[in-house]
C-alpha cells in the first residue's frame, strides 16, 4: 500500500477501537451469543467488523476478505484483508485485558502489510513487507533475542479443540522445565506483538483460524522473528494461516521450541 492508504487504514483502526472501548461498559449479557463451545461473538463484534470492512474496501475497491464473523468472500488471486474485529473477545466481556483489532492485507499468497491494535494501551503495532515492523513509531528488532532459558514463552491453552492435549502438554513440560515461564493471555494476535517485542521469547498454540493470527505472523517476521507451522509443512503465508497451528519467537528460542512441536505432535496428513 501506498503511504496515504496506510495513514488511512490505520486511523480507520484506531477510530474502530475507540468505538470498541465505548461500547464496553454498555455490553449487556442478553447481548452475547455463543457461536461454538467456549467462542463468544455480540454485536460489538459484528459492527466492528462491518465498519473495518467498509472503510477497508474503500481504500482498495474490488478487495475480498477473510473476517471471522462475516461469511468469507476471498478472492482467488489479487489482494484479501484478513480481519478479526475483536481478537480476545472472552477477555472484552469479562473486562478483562487483553483484546484486539487485528487486520493484516494479503496479495495472492503473501501478506504485505498489517496492524495489531492492543485495546488496553492502544499501542499500534504494524509491519510491511520488506520495511519493518514498529509499535507506534519505535522499531521492532529480536533478531539476537534471548535463549529460551532466559525468556518467557507465551501460548494459548486449548478451549474447544481437545484433540491434541496430551502432545500439546508434552510441549508445555519442555517449555516448563526449559524457560523462565509461560503465560497465556487469551489474544494470539497481542501474543505475537509480544514476541515482536522482545517481552516473549517464543509463542505456540493450535486450533487458531488465519484472522488469529495473520497481522501478528508479519509484525514477527518483519521484526527479526521466525514464524512456522509445527512441522514447517507451510509453501506460503496462506498455508500457515490455513495449518490452524503456529510457533513463533525470536530466531534462537524459535529453533528450540519447533523441535519440540516436530517431536510432540504428530503430522496432519
Known amino acids: 500500500m501506498k503511504g496515504a492508504e496506510i495513514k488511512k487504514a490505520l486511523k480507520l483502526i484506531f477510530d474502530v477501537g475507540r468505538w470498541i472501548k465505548d461500547q464496553q461498559l454498555k455490553l449487556l449479557s442478553d447481548t452475547i451469543k455463543t457461536k461454538s463451545l467456549n467462542s463468544f461473538v455480540s454485536y460489538v463484534d459484528i459492527e466492528a467488523e462491518k465498519k473495518l470492512i467498509s472503510g477497508l474496501q474503500e481504500i482498495i475497491p474490488k478487495s475480498g476478505l477473510i473476517a471471522e464473523e462475516s461469511r468469507v468472500s476471498e478472492l482467488s488471486g489479487g489482494y484479501n484483508w484478513v480481519i478479526d474485529p475483536l481478537d480476545g473477545t472472552t477477555n472484552y466481556i469479562h473486562n478483562i485485558n487483553p483484546c484486539a483489532i487485528s487486520v493484516a492485507l494479503m496479495l495472492n499468497e503473501e501478506i504485505i502489510w498489517s496492524a495489531i491494535l492492543d485495546l488496553s494501551s492502544f499501542k499500534m503495532y504494524s509491519a510491511e513487507k520488506g520495511n519493518g515492523a514498529f509499535c507506534d513509531e519505535v522499531r521492532l528488532d529480536i533478531k539476537r ?125
Open 145 to 269: 533475542g534471548s535463549k529460551i532459558s532466559e525468556g518467557l514463552v507465551g501460548t494459548g491453552f486449548p478451549y474447544y479443540d481437545f484433540s491434541q492435549v496430551d502432545p500439546y502438554l508434552n510441549v508445555l513440560k519442555e517449555c516448563f522445565k526449559k524457560s523462565r515461564g509461560v503465560r497465556r493471555f487469551g489474544s494470539a494476535a497481542i501474543d505475537l506483538c509480544l514476541v515482536a517485542e522482545g517481552r516473549f521469547v517464543a509463542f505456540f498454540e493450535y486450533g487458531l483460524a488465519p484472522w488469529d493470527v495473520a497481522a501478528g505472523l508479519l509484525i514477527v517476521r518483519e521484526s527479526g522473528g521466525f514464524v512456522d507451522t509445527f512441522h514447517s509443512m507451510q509453501f506460503s503465508d496462506r498455508d500457515i494461516l490455513f495449518a490452524r497451528n503456529i510457533v513463533a519467537g525470536n530466531p534462537e528460542s524459535f529453533s528450540n521450541l519447533s523441535s519440540w512441536t516436530s517431536k510432540y505432535f504428530k503430522k496432519i496428513q
